[in-house]
């Protein structure tokens, strides 16, 4: 099946019924099981391990060459094999690995299987996730933090294998909290608990009396906004936990962060991915982290202060980050490539916003939740993955473990209503 164009009218998939009231998502109207179910039993198959987006850096082909201590050659590798529509780790060398962070995905996933069909066969899944998650635990100094399956290379700084890091940490962290509140089970809780820990020792990049910025790996000071929101959304979910002058002490740095990220936001709504020169784009799923996570923040902790700004950049992320036709765009000025990412997190954001209610723009998010629809059909092969990437001029179908099952099989177990 070809990708819509620019100009050709959306249309509903066949399995979307034929009429949608426009107060009612299409996704409810729309049969994801079999879908999800395929994706798990996908996942399942290979027990969770996959490629990954950016472990090209573990071919140990390459890392015994002096080329490996280049900066540039490491860059250009993980480039290379990332962008190749073939690929080509096997002959690198380069082995399935289980991903910290994908496997949290996949528990969350499990969790709100579990908790829509009550199946002892997702509780039994999600046990397992624990079990491995936990096993994989690095003990810091003070807390709890995880890291990815590979060495990685940035343009502002390279992190070997292992290395804790923020948004990995995070999204275990949501996981054990997700498993305590449906399993009760207090190691989780201690472990999730472990996670805040490290960020208030580790992770703070720069504070002042007004405002501060989390970082993204330990002594670094790249400010990324959307891993600075995520560890202020996180204290917020972890706030509750809390009592007295710490969660007060917990709060006020929380807002900090949050006063941080958003003087960075442009005055249409745009909002940058990180303050260096080269980190001044605009995208589509990082947008929607920002808003994810700023809307946890106000409900945790139950303000209405950020209401205007949310505002402000939903209404940018709906007009200039989807197409005419409602085609999620990666960055602001680019509709090309096409991927999986930005589709799953443009789900999970189209969700969210009917939760929470939001009035703004019915017209044009129904035009985009039935265009997300119809890519999910495209995405999807008949072995139960999701493909990578939809170019210009043809697919990128490499399964990415983390980068595309793990995140389509959360956005979509998220849409689930027995």
Known sequence: MSLLSLNEQVETSTELMATVDITDSPFSKFNLLPRIKSVLKYAQSFNYEGYDLFDGLNSPLLKSTVFYRSRYFRLALIQFC???????????????????????????????????????????????????????????????????????????????????????????????????????????????????????????CHEDAHMLCFRYIPAKDTEVHNANLLAASYLAETLCFFSGSRQSMIRQKILKAVRFSIADINPDGSWPYGTLSFHRWVDNFHTGFNIESLQTIQDCLQLDDYTAVLDSVISYYLDHLFDDAGLPKYYSNHLYPVDVHVLAESIIILRLLREKGYQGKPSRRLVIEKSLIDLLVQFQDEAGYFYYQKLPRGWNKIPYIRWGQAWMFYALSGCIRP
């Open 82 to 204: 990332k962008k190749s529509p073939v690929n080509l780790r096997p002959l690198l060398g380069v082995a399935r690995g289980f991903n910290p962070k994908g496997g949290a995905l996949f528990l969350m996933g499990l969790i709100q299987l579990f908790e829509a069909y009550g199946e002892e066969a997702y509780s039994n899944e999600a046990y397992i996730l624990f079990q491995r998650l936990r096993h994989q635990v690095q003990t810091r100094m003070i807390g709890n933090a995880w890291g990815y399956n590979f060495d990685w290379q940035a343009r502002a700084f390279f992190v070997p294998e292992g290395t804790p890091n923020l948004v990995t940490s995070v999204f275990v962290g949501r996981a054990l909290i997700a498993y305590y509140r449906c399993f009760h089970d207090p190691q989780a809780l201690e472990l999730a608990l472990g996670v805040t820990d490290f960020i208030l020792s580790e992770m703070i």
